[in-house]
């Protein structure tokens, strides 16, 4: 398929109030004029959002990601309306309290699996059947899918089962690109779950990477319809040490959060 020109198309944006998925539905409004459904559960931060972003270009709803009847719901507004999306961009996550598994409850392992991985399998289910041909969907993972370490196993699961899911996709749509993205840390508010001290979120605050600049390197190579996007020199890192090392890669990161003695890492 040739490149992907993103100009005047209809995409919908989970998680699109925050973080990754704020910066992607200014960046495809405001330098594409796009038309982007934006997907959140907060009422009022979606109506803040419109007014920042217009109300011809930003359309709200209001919705649960995991909610699969929420999605059948959109399919047929869709089909309603008679629109055909051109790209679903799947950011909306969760980030568990850095734990051991076995001081991680049951309740937040599923918590994690379903906004991070079956909101996604919903969604591609759903609403790839109506996405115009020569469309895309772009799924953000995390490096964490790259290379696991103690502390995050409920979330490091939940992503590297959405890397594999994606991969499958890409290996069977034909008219759609699919593209998995790798982010290391990037300044969003997702540390929000955490015990985050001041002193942690200085250090936190200094190694990751801007949003602006992650979603202008996340777009570009979607455009070229990459399957794999890893981004962030920690990302990189962790691809990289677990390709060499597998099987000391994720030793090798939990001593190093370990002796970092940060606060949010105390129960590693």
Not at 24 to 42: E, H, M, P
Not at 211 to 233: C, D, E, F, M, Y
Request: proline letters at 3%; hydrophobic letters at 40%; aromatic letters at 8%.
């Amino acid at each position: 398929m040739k490149k992907f020109d993103y100009n005047n198309k209809i995409a919908i944006v989970t998680g699109a109030t925050s973080g990754i998925g704020y910066e992607i539905a200014r960046t495809l409004i405001q330098k594409y004029n796009c038309k982007v459904y934006g997907i959140a559960r907060s009422v009022k931060k979606l109506e803040a959002l419109r007014e920042e972003l217009g109300p011809y270009n930003f359309m709200c709803c209001t919705m649960d990601v995991t909610d699969k009847g929420s999605w059948e719901k959109l399919k047929i507004y869709f089909d309603t309306v008679k629109e055909e999306p051109d790209i679903l961009i799947n950011c909306a996550g969760i980030l568990p309290k850095f734990s051991r598994v076995a001081n991680t409850s049951i309740e937040d392992i599923e918590r994690a699996m379903d906004v991070n991985f079956m909101s996604c399998v919903y969604s591609c289910k759903i609403i790839m059947p109506i996405i115009k041909k020569g469309g895309m969907v772009i799924n953000v993972s995390s490096a964490s899918a790259l290379c696991s370490f103690g502390g995050i196993g409920a979330y490091s699961a939940s992503k590297g089962a959405l890397l594999r899911f994606s991969e499958a996709l890409a290996c069977e749509e034909r008219d759609i690109s699919v593209s998995c993205v790798m982010p290391g840390f990037v300044k969003t508010d997702i540390m929000k779950e955490q015990s985050v001290a001041q002193k942690d979120a200085k250090l936190i605050n200094r190694v990751s990477a801007d949003p602006q600049k992650t979603v202008k390197k996340l777009l570009r190579r979607a455009r070229k319809r990459k399957k794999r996007i890893v981004l962030g020199s920690d990302g990189h890192l962790m691809s990289l040490m677990y390709r060499l090392f597998p099987r000391l890669a994720p030793s090798f990161f939990t001593k190093t959060v370990r002796k970092a003695k940060l606060e949010m890492f105390k129960e590693v």
